[in-house]
């Protein structure tokens, strides 16, 4: 973007961003003109979709933020339980992946066992994890970090691998202590690649949420409203609760890609790239 | 897979050979093996929640002469395999339309931006719905999630592809179609690849995670999802996720295999692994 196109780039933007959205805007009003034709019980439209969204979580009172007690009961609980098991498997997998990554020894130790457990398809782990875990809060927090880890661990563990030698042995020459070569050398360097497993455990850590919601054993979340609805065939609801599990994706990536872009805002400026 | 030798700590004891680091990694597995064996057989672990690992490995193995089972892993591989085929095929043609004409791309790109981020496992009980449970379902659900990392990695390929060699083409009077066949695609191909692995993955997690919440039906998420039903059943889950976990493996395996093969001469080859 040089500074002479600087005009022409802005009148792009906006032309680029109403673009969008008409795109956005023709397509629903298109999807809810073809729905209400259809009048199929299987898709309903948009309109509807939203009314639902609107009068299950959303018409609460003010001094609650506008969430309703269905919000509050079911929404809320499934949010904790992906912050909690996203939390774990942050702090797990940095903790480990620097270890691992600092000792070649210890990492061959671990590296087949890893590699195996990371290739199981999550949703298998589930059903284990019902057998070993209590149902309900600690299965599903079990479920989540057990999926959402790999991404974080595997990765630190890489960044750790590759930290550039030289400010190894400078960190040396300058007598700097373990802790301080971890926190002052080491962890910013990894940071980058932590981000990268972090967004991928981010979905993963979702998907993770809401399957482990929809199999027996749960009282609440989301994905236990979906379920129940799907039992009573209410659509509108299994929609809303679709959408909103979207729009919960969209949300929670978009704060993760920000904190990532100002925590990382050094590296990039640093290597005078802007990829 | 570590293409090569991660440089060794300064000042520190030498790199590992590979027989070390394949010593130490079957070192590894076997205490794990020992842990668990310890543990369920001291009668620290109750053996119904954890049964120690011989009796899963010795489960798992037997699995393979139990006809009901493997037709079962055949059904959920049919599954994965016709969902993958569709999902390539569709991201392709799409991601190549998408890519070739900008107009398209911004309007599709919101719509898109809008459905990539619904996880795709709460589109089950939509999906079951309206098509009930089996195959149909199945590779629906899996066309769905295995779609996006297609048609993601394929624009991204294509805006990779040098200018020069199209504009070359062009020149010479080649059409837009064959310019794309010709250039754009095999130079887009490796990203292609990548995405390919990645769908392939998501794919399995769809056609496993289907079948275990439908529960009935045929494949290798069913059966775990009934073994988790009868009493004493664990040992039949742990095997069961032991061969999920295989078939993880030989697919990336192969995917891995296939992609340094045949694109050994592009740099997402020659650089590191990642």
Redesign the interface.
């Known amino acids: 973007m040089s500074a002479g196109a600087g005009g022409r780039t802005v009148v792009r933007l906006g032309a680029g961003v109403l673009h969008r959205w008409l795109a956005l805007a023709v397509a629903v009003a298109a999807w809810e003109v073809g729905t209400r034709a259809a009048h199929s019980p299987f898709f309903p439209p948009p309109s509807r979709i939203t009314s639902r969204m609107y009068h299950l979580w959303f018409s609460g009172p003010g001094t609650r933020l506008f969430l309703t007690s269905d919000a509050t009961a079911n929404v809320v609980p499934s949010l904790l339980r992906m912050a909690t098991g996203l939390t774990i498997s942050l702090v797990a997998g940095v903790g480990l992946g620097l270890a691992l990554g600092r000792s070649e020894r210890l990492f061959a130790y671990f590296d087949p066992a890893f590699q195996f457990a990371r290739v199981i398809p999550p949703p298998t782990l589930v059903p284990v994890f019902i057998v070993l875990f209590k149902l309900g809060t600690q299965m599903q927090i079990a479920a989540i970090v057990f999926s959402a880890i790999w991404p974080i661990l595997l990765n630190t563990t890489d960044g750790a691998r590759s930290v550039d030698p030289l400010q190894m042995e400078t960190a040396q020459v300058y007598k700097l202590s373990a802790a301080d070569r971890v926190l002052k050398i080491i962890f910013p360097a990894t940071l980058p690649k932590i981000f990268a497993g972090l967004r991928l455990s981010l979905s993963l850590s979702l998907i993770l949420m809401v399957f482990s919601e929809l199999l027996p054993g749960t009282a609440n979340g989301i994905g236990f409203e979906l379920t129940d609805a799907q039992s009573r065939s209410d659509l509108p609801t299994v929609w809303a609760a679709i959408v909103l599990l979207g729009i919960l994706g969209y949300v929670l990536n978009a704060i993760l890609l920000a904190v990532e872009r100002r925590v990382l805002a050094w590296h990039r400026g640093s290597r005078g790239t802007d990829a | 897979?570590i293409l090569e030798e991660?440089?060794?700590?300064?000042?520190e004891?030498p790199?590992?050979t590979r027989t070390?680091?394949w010593v130490?990694?079957?070192?590894?597995?076997a205490?794990?093996a020992a842990a668990s064996e310890i543990l369920g057989r001291a009668g620290i672990v109750d053996r119904d929640?954890?049964p120690p690992a011989s009796a899963v490995l010795a489960r798992s193995v037997g699995l393979l002469g139990d006809t009901e089972f493997l037709s079962g892993v055949w059904s959920t591989v049919r599954a994965w395999a016709i969902g993958l085929a569709i999902a390539v095929g569709g991201g392709v043609s799409l991601g190549l339309l998408l890519g070739s004409v900008p107009?398209l791309n911004?309007?599709?790109?919101?719509?898109v931006?809008?459905?990539r981020?619904?996880?795709?496992?709460?589109?089950?009980?939509?999906v079951?719905?309206?098509l009930g449970t089996g195959l149909r379902t199945e590779a629906t659900l899996i066309v769905y999630a295995a779609t996006w990392p297609v048609l993601f990695n394929t624009i991204y390929g294509l805006q990779d592809v040098d200018p020069v060699a199209k504009d070359t083409l062009r020149a010479f009077g080649f059409s837009r179609l064959s310019v794309t066949w010709l250039v754009s695609l095999p130079s887009a191909a490796p990203f292609i690849a990548t995405g390919i692995r990645l769908a392939a993955?998501i794919a399995?997690?769809l056609?496993?995670?289907t079948e275990?919440?439908s529960g009935f039906g045929q494949g290798l998420?069913v059966f775990?999802?009934q073994?988790?039903q009868t009493v004493d059943g664990?040992t039949d889950?742990?095997a069961?996720?032991v061969w999920?976990?295989m078939?993880?493996?030989i697919i990336?395996t192969a995917l891995v295999l296939g992609e340094r093969r045949l694109f050994h001469w592009h740099v997402s080859q020659t650089k590191?692994r990642?």
């Open positions: 897979m991660p440089p060794a700590p300064s000042g004891r790199a590992l070390g680091r130490r990694g079957a070192a590894g597995l205490i794990l929640y954890l107009v911004t309007a599709v790109r919101a719509i931006e809008f459905l981020p619904i996880p795709s496992v709460a589109l089950i009980p939509l079951s719905l309206i993955a399995l997690i056609a496993v995670g275990i919440l998420g775990i999802a073994a988790q664990t889950v742990l069961g996720t999920a976990g078939l993880g493996l990336n590191d990642s």
